[in-house]
């Protein structure tokens, strides 16, 4: 299987801040079809995890612009160019070019 | 709007079955894929397996660690998604999540949570 190795493990964060999370894959996430499956998903604190950010860089619906992602072959980030309160959680980078993987998670928190 | 709701976790024995339930609504269910989804007590997310759409004749894929020992399913008629889990082992405890399934989970129900223990 494909393994996901996102860091940091932990992010302290003040509010209004930049954040950056990377996510390695062990593989390219590159598809045969040209596509490469990466997604971002944020679980807040008691809830289950909600999309964020799909195909490396596309925005779900409703996802704030203050949300990208970027990246390509093994090698992705995801930015928060301007941190609140409610961006607070635990988030998971997976791919799903192979069978479906995610990584450990990186916790967001404030400083 | 899109909503998935998980149903039938509870306590079993190791050795047990349990058969899970995603009630969806929102969507034309037999249009989408629909996966299941775990994670452990303070863990990362497992993707357990998924069915196919209808245009993909319902077939299924399993993750190595559960093939054999759970089957996904699906009532077409009814929009209810099905996770038949047998052979329970102690690290099998975890809250099990559906999630509609488009190359990535989209939506996701609330979760239900499954302990295996004597």
């Known amino acids: 299987d494909v393994v996901m190795t996102q860091t940091p493990l932990s992010l302290p964060v003040s509010l209004g801040d930049q954040a950056s999370i990377s996510c390695r894959s062990s593989?390219?996430?590159?598809?045969?079809?040209?596509?490469?499956?990466l997604h971002w998903y944020l679980q807040k604190p008691g809830q289950s995890p909600k999309l964020l950010i799909y195909?490396?860089?596309n925005r779900f619906s409703g996802v704030p612009d203050r949300f990208s992602g970027s990246g390509s072959g093994t090698d992705f980030t995801l930015k928060i160019s301007r941190v609140e309160a409610e961006d607070l959680g635990v988030y998971f980078c997976?791919?799903?070019?192979?069978?479906?993987?995610f990584g450990g998670g990186t916790k967001l928190e404030i400083k | 709007e899109v909503k998935l709701v998980e149903s039938g976790g509870g306590l079993v024995q190791p050795g047990g079955s349990l058969r899970l339930s995603c009630a969806t609504s929102g969507f034309t269910f037999t249009d989408y894929y629909m996966s299941w989804v775990r994670q452990p007590p303070g863990k990362a997310l497992e993707w357990l397996g998924f069915i196919r759409n209808k245009a993909n004749g319902y077939t299924t894929e399993y993750s190595a660690s559960v093939k054999g020992r759970f089957t996904i399913s699906r009532d077409n008629s009814q929009s209810i998604l099905y996770l038949q889990m047998n052979t329970l082992r102690a690290e099998d405890s975890a809250t099990y999540y559906c999630?509609?399934?488009?190359?990535?989970?989209?939506?996701w129900g609330q979760g239900t949570s499954v302990t295996v223990s004597s």
């Open positions: 997976s791919q799903s070019t192979h069978v479906p993987t």
């Open positions: 999630a509609r399934d488009t190359r990535a989970m989209d939506y």
């Open positions: 593989q390219s996430l590159v598809h045969s079809n040209g596509n490469t499956y």
């Open positions: 195909k490396v860089s």
